[in-house]
């Protein structure tokens, strides 16, 4: 169980607890988090989960895969801590993540 804070680009915040296992992208849908489309459902072929990760947390969500960094060349202002949210893993190791959510998903 991780414990995740999505803030949309507007600065509303979101934190909700998220069970190990799932992605950070099905942390958000199944909570209602607003910001994350997700139109492929967590297939990595949409782009429309983008997220960016805290710098605190780069370390544990890990990189992007070869898949993920073609993907994100379809998403809008990639920075160098973008990610695919369907593609980070939930674990304790994340309890305390933040993530922030691009002005829109297209
Ligand atoms: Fe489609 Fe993440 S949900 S790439």
Same mark, same amino acid.
């Given at each position: 169980?991780a414990?995740?804070?999505?803030?949309?680009?507007?600065?509303r915040?979101?934190?909700?607890?998220?069970?190990?296992? @799932?992605?950070?992208?099905?942390?958000?849908?199944?909570?209602?988090?607003?910001g994350?489309?997700?139109?492929?459902?967590?297939?990595? *072929?949409?782009?429309?989960?983008?997220?960016?990760?805290?710098?605190?947390f %780069?370390?544990?969500?890990?990189? *992007?895969? *070869?898949m993920?960094?073609?993907?994100l060349d379809? *998403?809008e202002?990639? %920075?160098?801590?973008?990610r @695919?949210?369907? %593609?980070?893993?939930?674990?304790?190791?994340?309890?305390?993540l933040?993530?922030? @959510?691009?002005?829109?998903q297209?």
């Amino acid at each position: 169980m991780a414990r995740i804070t999505y803030i949309e680009h507007d600065g509303r915040e979101h934190v909700v607890e998220v069970k190990n296992g @799932l992605s950070v992208m099905e942390g958000a849908i199944r909570n209602n988090v607003p910001g994350i489309d997700a139109d492929c459902g967590g297939a990595c *072929a949409c782009a429309t989960c983008h997220v960016y990760v805290d710098e605190a947390f %780069q370390a544990e969500t890990g990189r *992007a895969s *070869a898949m993920e960094e073609s993907m994100l060349d379809f *998403a809008e202002n990639v %920075q160098p801590n973008s990610r @695919l949210s369907c %593609q980070i893993r939930v674990s304790d190791d994340l309890d305390g993540l933040i993530v922030r @959510l691009p002005e829109n998903q297209h």
